[in-house]
T-cell receptor, first 113, second 117 residues
Framework: DAGVIQSPRHEVTEMGQEVTLRCKPI?????LFWYRQTMMRGLELLIY????????DSGMPEDRFSAKMPNASFSTLKIQPSEPRDSAVYFC???????????FGEGSWLTVV | AQTVTQSQPEMSVQEAETVTLSCTYD???????LFWYKQPPSRQMILVIR??????QNATENRFSVNFQKAAKSFSLKISDSQLGDAAMYFC??????????????FGKGITLSVRP
């Protein structure tokens, strides 16, 4: 079975550019999560969706960040404009709403220079 | 709000020996899930083991087992017969049983485990 698929795996971009990270959850899963991992702050939940509806976006750092889930099999996390402090590993994860385990993608490594 | 605490930032174990990683959590809920995830240098988050709070029996997965003490809100991971491939960062995590606003995973800060050959 395919796991959570994220793209791109690695991205290096210049400050001020728009960055779009993509995620395909595990088929049949109806909860989707975006996490960010940095050395300073560890693993932070940015936003999560149940049945494509955002439930909690309190972790989104500021208006430069936005996330969408137009359908059950696709989500995007956009940063515009990007800044060096956005450099991190961004994880997408999915689960069943009624399930217990959250499964993670391999992460998108973002470097903003 | 739930919190997860991993107070040991680093640990080291000799290959083939046993090591225990500690985790405590705080919650007012009675039903929840607890997890240990492994993150090797590749940064992939790999589920190691999970425990349902309503189960009294401690979970085991091959060389990995937990000591779940619900009253003490403690959830430690024991790795037996440590192998070089066990070297990684390990995260303890909590998830509410209830759906909705609390169904996210809350992580501890992680512990870096090194394995000496």
């Amino acid at each position: 079975d395919a796991g959570v698929i994220q793209s791109p795996r690695h991205e290096v971009t210049e400050m001020g550019q728009e960055v779009t990270l993509r995620c395909k959850p595990i088929s049949g899963h109806n909860s989707l999560f975006w996490y960010r991992q940095t050395m300073m702050r560890g693993l932070e939940l940015l936003i999560y969706f149940n049945n494509n509806v955002p439930i909690d976006d309190s972790g989104m750092p500021e208006d430069r960040f936005s996330a969408k889930m137009p359908n059950a099999s696709f989500s995007t996390l956009k940063i515009q404009p990007s800044e060096p402090r956005d450099s991190a590993v961004y994880f997408c994860a999915s689960s069943l709403i009624s399930g217990n385990t959250i499964y993670f993608g391999e992460g998108s490594w973002l470097t903003v220079v | 709000a739930q919190t997860v605490t991993q107070s040991q930032p680093e640990m080291s174990v000799q290959e083939a020996e046993t090591v225990t990683l500690s985790c405590t959590y705080d919650t007012s809920e009675s039903d929840y899930y607890l997890f240990w995830y492994k993150q090797p240098p590749s940064r992939q988050m790999i589920l190691v083991i999970r425990q349902e709070a309503y189960k009294q029996q401690n979970a085991t997965e091959n060389r990995f087992s937990v000591n779940f003490q619900k009253a003490a809100k403690s959830f430690s991971l024991k790795i037996s017969d440590s192998q070089l491939g066990d070297a990684a960062m390990y995260f303890c995590a909590y998830r509410s049983l209830h759906t909705g606003a609390n169904s996210k995973l809350t992580f501890g800060k992680g512990i870096t485990l090194s394995v000496r050959p």
